[in-house]
């Protein structure tokens, strides 16, 4: 990851935050990132799977 994200909020490390593939779930995207340093992971919502009003078949 870049940024402010790759910075780990729990151990306070740099650059050691990586993020999985997305995956839906419950209309959503989502994914986790995990730090490298420390092995925390956290799950995140990333956005909708859908536009509002519109379901697949
Ligand atoms: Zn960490």
């Known amino acids: ?3 402010d994200e790759a910075d780990c909020f729990f151990c ?3 650059q050691t ?3 999985s593939d997305v995956w839906e ?3 959503e995207l989502r ?4 730090c490298l340093a420390c ?3 956290n799950p995140r919502r990333v956005g ?3 536009p509002d009003g ?3 078949a």
Not at 31 to 34: A, I, S, Y
């Open 17 to 19: 935050n990586v993020a």
């Open 1 to 3: 990851m870049e940024g």
């Open 31 to 34: 994914d986790w990132v995990v």
């Open 54 to 56: 519109e379901r697949p």
């Open 12 to 14: 306070g490390e740099e």
């Open 39 to 41: 092995g925390t992971s």
């Open 48 to 50: 909708h799977a859908a």
């Open 25 to 27: 779930q419950d209309g």
